[in-house]
């Protein structure tokens, strides 16, 4: 019959609980079963309160069942944090009383005592004693015997072999794997030997007659507890994580993304715990970011690269216990392209031609309206990305002999690469009067008017002529298919390519990475920039200013 519910089937009146052990793991559980079963009551209709009750209880049996057999087919074993032993102990303390309780007034054994005496006395004719408080009588002796050992062996600091199986099948239960001849085992062992006595006690107490309550067992540890992961919040994992990234030479844009990934994130799980997450919650974030019309590739190189870097981070730095956005994908289709990456003849003459009559409406737009003159023109000509031209300085502008050099710098701003790049400025520009202007422009930033001196308002400030820049530009080039700032990098590749400009030269002018050991030899000088900016065609506009 089809489960009614998942793994729960009515079998001729009765519900079976039922789940197929992986195939891999079987050899690593006792019995080697290829099926976990558990029958759980009458099945009359839909499944009772208590049935599920108990399904719920056998699930677990299941799931804890599975993560030993991965430790043991894993060869790990836990690591005992001093609040997993303690909490262990505890666990242990009141299962043990408990046991205890119940074998005082369990009185099945005083029964079959009772129905093997009356069948000796049928068989031998004979009258059989009964022993006055034999089950107690009996209980006692078994307390003096083990009571005495476990002292002794406290006192010598012996651990016996029986402390060591009887503490391995409770750890067991526990969801623990121990290592047996581990610094941590002795220790835990020590603690259990100790509780052994405390029990031991506290049952002679009880046989005397007196009141020795029950502890409630703790409260469960949640996995991230047991590993003594620290509280982590998700958003928090950013901080920790520029820390290292920020020495490493990562770029403020990449911290400004991954903060708005990872707040992005815990709005959509309406919490902030790191150490909660699953891979389901990943997979749930992906497919809403699909559902908001974002872009495949912004969710693959956005949203998911984030989240795995900073887990991987939290895991290798002991905030995680895994990284639960390490396996999850999303296909990326091939791009159906419909014309080619970089801006054509016709769009780079109306751009450049719209930068050149721009004027600024305001006294205030003043930086802007230079943004919109000449940073199209400077990213046509250098092939640079618009966030390194957007933060260029008036002291990053020099002559070298009857050339003139930008010095693209990370003092400056954002660089990619954090490397220093000197790009020689093409003669069309200076012949339409970029330099002119550089000249009668004070010291500092070109184009960028930030509020404050603080990393956080150059970021503001450079983000804000970029959109604004977007905006100017897809005025006159608005073809959807071609990005309207970096259309030029694409463009002056080509450029390079049909000019026969050789690649280690172009990358060391545009900052692509030349691959190969050989790129690693020698430099592109100067000279050999200026040679080959010098080649780059001019764009055919109507007339100059």
Known sequence: MAAVVKYL?????????????????????????????RWLGAAKGQPS??????????????????????KR????????????IEHFIATVRSHMLEEDEEGRFDESEDDLHEAVRQQLEGDSRAKIADIPDRRWAKRQEGIDRTLEAWRADLARGHISDFVK????????????????????????????????????????????????????????????????????????????????????????????????????????LKHDDANALSKQDVIAFKDHR???????????????????????????????????????????????????????????????????HHKGATRAAKKTAAAKRWVPWLCAYTGARVGEMVQLRREDVR??????????????????????????????????GFIEFVLAAPAGFLFLNPTGDTEEK??????????????????????????????????????????????????????HATPGVAASYGNVTLAAKIEAIAKIPRVAIQRTA
């Not at 087919?73 to 997993?84: C, H, K, N, V």
């Open 9 to 37: 089937h009515s079998i001729d009146g009765r519900w079976k609980y039922r789940r197929v052990v992986p195939e891999r793991l079987r050899a690593h559980i006792d019995g080697n079963i290829r099926e976990f079963v």
């Open 49 to 70: 309160p208590e049935v599920l009750r108990k399904y719920v209880s056998v699930g677990e049996e299941f799931e804890a069942l599975v993560v030993m057999a991965e």
């Open 73 to 84: 087919a894993s060869g790990q074993y836990d690591e005992l944090t001093e609040d997993l």
């Open 165 to 268: 199986e009887e503490l391995l099948d409770r750890a067991e239960g526990y969801g623990l794997r121990l290592a047996p001849g581990s610094l941590g085992f002795r220790r835990l062992a020590g603690r259990f030997l100790q509780l052994l006595v405390e029990y031991g006690d506290a049952a002679q107490k009880r046989q005397e007659g007196n009141l020795v309550p029950t502890p409630k067992p703790p409260a469960p540890m949640t996995p991230e507890k047991r590993r003594g992961l620290p509280d982590q919040t998700i958003t928090g994992l950013v901080e920790g994580w520029w820390k290292e990234a920020k020495a490493a030479g990562r770029s403020l844009s990449t911290l400004d993304a991954y903060s708005r990934t990872a707040r992005q994130f815990a709005d959509f």
């Open 290 to 356: 699909l559902e908001q019309g974002k872009s495949l590739k912004t969710i693959r190189d956005g949203d998911l690269a984030a989240l795995k870097a900073l887990f991987e981070w939290a895991v290798a730095n002991g905030r995680m216990a895994s990284n639960p956005a390490k396996a999850v994908k999303i296909i990326t289709p091939k791009r159906n392209l419909s014309r080619s990456k970089g801006f054509t003849d016709a769009e780079a003459e109306a751009i450049l031609m719209h930068a050149m």
């Open 399 to 432: 002559q070298e002999g009857k050339a003139w050099v930008l010095t693209l710098s990370p003092d400056a701003g954002t660089i990619k690469g954090k490397v220093l790049r000197e790009v020689p400025v093409h003669h069309h520009l200076v012949e339409v």
């Open 458 to 511: 150059l970021r503001a400030a450079r983000r804000t002529i970029k959109n604004r820049l977007v905006t100017f530009v897809r005025e006159v080039a608005a073809d959807p298919n071609v990005q309207p700032n970096h259309g030029w990098r694409h463009r002056f590749e080509t450029l390079a390519r049909e000019c026969g400009l050789r690649e280690d030269v172009t990358n060391a002018i545009t900052g």
